[in-house]
């Protein structure tokens, strides 16, 4: 029981033998050196190669090292227990043992080349693989060896059962026939899904590569907002120092001024206390004669009292219409720098389209306004001329159409309970009232819908998108459509902006923005 465990031990996951030449992964677990390049190579068009035991990834590669260790206990476990003796199969005719090369399924016996090449080579003589096993090849009734096929019961059958009418009427071949064929129709099989196998690497390999060049697309874009956002920042920082420099020199200026006026006015002031003083002596003298004798100060009566908004104006103050002005003047020039920025073409910016409405396209119960950017429903029937463009349902289209390149509008939908709004191909069919002339419903058209709940739509199947929120109702929808790239893209304008969905698909003709309009409800498209 122990040297069973043990040999458990010693077997390879993959071809569950004993371990030959084992090697190990990083992540520890062990195969044989054989089996494990086997399972490496049809993992190299995956762009990952994974253990097949614990499924851990490695993007390169995987070295494989040597378990010495292990190969030792291996030989060492093989030398003390020795398996069984390969069985061979040795020619009937031969005295001494020959292996043989063929077995006659009719003979009953074994050949070895030389006594092949005397056998009979009748077709009833069906040669194969060396083998000592024949029941499962013989008839379980007549114990006759099968030669035949029936093809409608999917049953072998020996000549008795075919001669005794088991199978009458039905399509009965040669075994050996029924078998080539099979190996032809297997081989058709195999050509086909190693086709499938190779436009699936393809496939895979497409994917690898648009995900490699999405993610350096998205390296450099990543790049580029970051050398944008780092210059707008250093050139507010400029503006910033600059706008602040000024205010410190203004006020720097006005301190100075006003300490020069403070160091007057205190020098005033001290020449003033100074003449109280000599004055107050004066009063104080009690002869008459002595007082008259004395001159007065001759700027005593003249000297003028203090103007506290004459100083001021001499102090000065900030000028905020100075500091209103220079950071006019330098966000002007910051906004002159974006302008340049976009001329560049460092990020392409994608201008809002000017969708109108046709008329002609507008349902007989939708009204279109003047300037053609509105569309309301109304119960009275307008009497427009039936044409071929004229939907017969509550829908409208725009009167350009797209066939290349990438556009951008948006929708109010504040006024209406239920929409939908979207594209439509030109050959999109708009006489049929039934649910498949509703955009969304055909393969002509993609839209956004919102009537029990919000959802995309196309060719009639639904990708839903969540519960109508009642805080924060779907208001204003944006839709951005790249042709080439066969990407629509639908958006709810709030803050911040919310991605709702986006189709992916080829398209083959012209597009239309698209409307429907729901009863009592309106739409607008914004400039």
Known sequence: MASADLGAELSCSICLSTYTDPVSLRCGHIFCRDCIVRVLDTQVGAGVYSCPECRAEYQERPALEKNRKLSNIVERFLCSHPGPEETQIF???????????????????????????????????????????????????????????????????????????????????????????KKETLRSITETLKSEREETERRVQRLQDHRREEKEKAAGVTERVTDLFRDIREKLDTLERGVLGEISRQEEQMSLSVSDLITQLETQKDELSRKISSIEEMCNITDPLTVLKQEP??????????????????AGCVDEGIISQMLHTGLLHFANILMDLQTKRQFSVVEKSDILLDIKTACNNIIISLDRRSASYNEVYQQRPATPERFFV??????????SGRHYWEVDVSAADKWLIGVAGHSMDRKIKSKESFIGCN????????????????????????????????????????????????????????????????????LYAAFYVHNKCCIKIIK
């Not at 509550?394 to 066939?403: A, H, T």
Request: net charge negative; with cysteine.
């Open 297 to 314: 100060e001759s700027d005593v009566i003249s000297h003028k009292s203090c103007d506290v908004t004459s100083d001021v104006r001499v």
């Open 91 to 181: 020619c009937t005719y031969c005295d001494s043992p020959v292996p043989a090369t063929k077995t006659c399924l009719h003979c009953d016996a074994s050949f070895c080349d030389k006594h092949l090449s005397k056998h009979s080579k009748s077709a009833e003589h069906v040669l194969t693989e060396p083998t000592v096993s024949f029941e499962n090849r013989k008839c379980s009734v007549h114990k006759e060896m099968v030669k035949y096929y029936c093809l409608e019961d999917s049953a072998a059958m020996c000549t008795i059962c075919w001669m005794a009418g088991d199978h009458q009427g039905h399509h009965v071949e040669l075994l050996n026939v029924v078998f080539e064929k």
């Open 394 to 403: 509550q829908q409208v289209l725009s009167s350009c159409s797209f066939s």
């Open 443 to 510: 393969d002509k058209s993609w839209s956004l819908c919102c009537i029990d709940n919000l959802a995309a739509r196309h060719n009639n199947v639904h990708y839903k998108i969540g519960e109508l929120d009642p805080v924060s109702p779907v208001q204003t929808v944006g839709v951005y459509l790249d042709y080439e790239a066969g990407r629509l893209s639908f958006y709810q304008l709030c803050d911040p902006i919310r991605h709702l969905h986006t189709f992916s698909a080829t398209f083959t003709e012209p």
